[in-house]
């Protein structure tokens, strides 16, 4: 089943039932490492990075992903 996220004031994006969830149950840490995610959620964080639901750096080797509220 496919749902509206809303980004900001005017911008939405459609997700799905499983983005929903991981954005759910990841919203409230500070930082998600890559290396804590399983390979079941890395084509999840992947596509929501492209949606600008998270955003990803990377800090000497180790790559983190933020929710952007």
């Not at 084509?43 to 929710?67: A, H, N, W």
């Amino acid at each position: 089943m496919l749902r509206w996220h809303n980004i900001s004031k005017r911008v939405r994006v459609m997700i799905s039932t499983e983005d929903w969830n991981f954005i759910k149950k990841h919203r409230y840490k500070k930082k998600i490492p890559k290396s804590s995610l399983d390979d079941k959620e890395q084509p999840i964080i992947d596509m929501l990075v492209k949606k600008s639901v998270f955003g990803r750096y990377t800090q000497g080797t180790e790559t983190f992903y933020l929710f952007n509220k």
